[in-house]
């Protein structure tokens, strides 16, 4: 079989970098209202360096310059709508026009990685060492093709059980202990005293998807970004809700990402986890 890696001299382009990543977590599994793919691309540009990150602001892009790197890959895309200019007077624009005359390129994974197995969700389930894994309407994890063929809306988050049912304020420490949080950073609603032994979760925004879990026998659901009226319906159906944060739900991304790479490319290609704390929100 040929092989579809332009590895001349052992070093890399941008087009195999894509090609190695899409291999593993394949473009198609991308929601129809998600960006992910190459965002900016010097597709025969070669990299030596790869800054791996949940997103770009302007920390970041200074770290990447720092180190060299030819590509950034991040989890949440560069660009989610469509553009009609570019001024350097905007935060968002100058650091898109300043990755661009740098000649760095950007890849976005962003919900084929909270789908894919061993990715955000699975990292989230593994963290919490809950078994007995499935999505979010109680089937297998499968393959990334089956998947694909299946296009089943469950497959964006998990579902897991506890090794032994615990109060849900006893959960509510587990979660910040397991996420290292602060419990400060963690909001929960629900009966705190409802004993949990199945939990869901959706990385990053994901309360929309909690009657999903509910449905399959879930107590709790875990995720981020959760609004008042939402959390106030998830309760009143009879779930507890904790929200974790988006930041504190996928900051894993850059090492995992990282972790992948290194594997696939055979420590050929230098591939930095970012260290920029991105979390917009302050603990006092």
């Given at each position: 079989?040929?092989?579809?890696?332009?590895?001349?001299?052992?070093?890399?382009?941008?087009?195999d970098i894509v090609a190695v990543i899409e291999k593993s977590v394949p473009l198609a599994l991308q929601e129809e209202w998600d960006n992910s793919g190459l965002i900016i691309g010097f597709e025969d540009n070669k990299v030596n360096t790869i800054l791996t990150c949940l997103e770009i602001d302007d920390k970041v892009l200074k770290e990447a310059k720092d180190i060299g790197a030819d590509m950034i890959i991040t989890h949440h895309p560069l660009i989610f709508g469509?553009?009609?200019?570019?001024?350097?007077?905007?935060?968002?624009?100058?650091?898109?026009?300043?990755?661009?005359?740098?000649?760095?390129?950007?890849?976005?994974?962003?919900?084929?990685?909270?789908?894919?197995?061993?990715?955000?969700?699975?990292?989230?389930?593994?963290?919490?060492?809950?078994?007995?894994?499935?999505?979010?309407?109680?089937?297998?994890?499968?393959?990334?093709?089956?998947?694909?063929?299946?296009?089943?809306?469950?497959?964006?988050?998990?579902?897991?059980?506890?090794?032994?049912?615990?109060?849900?304020?006893?959960?509510?420490?587990?979660?910040?202990?397991?996420?290292?949080?602060?419990?400060?950073?963690?909001?929960?609603?629900?009966?705190?005293?409802?004993?949990?032994?199945?939990?869901?979760?959706?990385?990053?925004?994901?309360?929309?998807?909690?009657?999903?879990?509910?449905?399959?026998?879930?107590?709790?659901?875990?995720?981020?970004?959760?609004?008042?009226?939402?959390?106030?319906?998830?309760?009143?159906?009879?779930?507890?809700?904790?929200?974790?944060?988006?930041?504190?739900?996928?900051?894993?991304?850059?090492?995992?990402?990282?972790?992948?790479?290194?594997?696939?490319?055979?420590?050929?290609?230098?591939?930095?986890?970012?260290?920029?704390?991105?979390?917009?929100?302050?603990?006092?």
């Amino acid at each position: 079989m040929e092989n579809i890696f332009v590895k001349s001299n052992d070093t890399y382009k941008v087009g195999d970098i894509v090609a190695v990543i899409e291999k593993s977590v394949p473009l198609a599994l991308q929601e129809e209202w998600d960006n992910s793919g190459l965002i900016i691309g010097f597709e025969d540009n070669k990299v030596n360096t790869i800054l791996t990150c949940l997103e770009i602001d302007d920390k970041v892009l200074k770290e990447a310059k720092d180190i060299g790197a030819d590509m950034i890959i991040t989890h949440h895309p560069l660009i989610f709508g469509g553009i009609n200019s570019l001024n350097d007077g905007n935060y968002k624009d100058a650091v898109i026009m300043d990755i661009i005359s740098s000649g760095i390129s950007v890849y976005s994974c962003h919900t084929p990685f909270d789908k894919v197995k061993g990715g955000n969700n699975d990292i989230l389930m593994a963290l919490l060492e809950l078994q007995s894994v499935k999505n979010l309407c109680g089937q297998d994890v499968v393959s990334a093709a089956k998947m694909i063929d299946r296009h089943e809306e469950a497959d964006i988050g998990r579902t897991g059980e506890l090794k032994e049912m615990m109060l849900f304020r006893d959960v509510i420490g587990l979660v910040a202990d397991k996420l290292d949080m602060s419990i400060r950073q963690i909001h929960a609603a629900g009966d705190l005293d409802k004993m949990i032994s199945k939990i869901g979760c959706c990385s990053g925004a994901g309360s929309d998807l909690a009657h999903l879990a509910a449905g399959c026998g879930c107590q709790l659901f875990i995720t981020g970004d959760v609004k008042y009226h939402e959390a106030q319906d998830v309760v009143q159906a009879g779930l507890c809700i904790i929200d974790a944060g988006h930041y504190g739900t996928e900051k894993f991304f850059g090492k995992a990402m990282k972790d992948m790479l290194d594997k696939k490319l055979d420590n050929k290609v230098s591939v930095v986890a970012s260290e920029v704390v991105l979390d917009p929100f302050v603990v006092l």
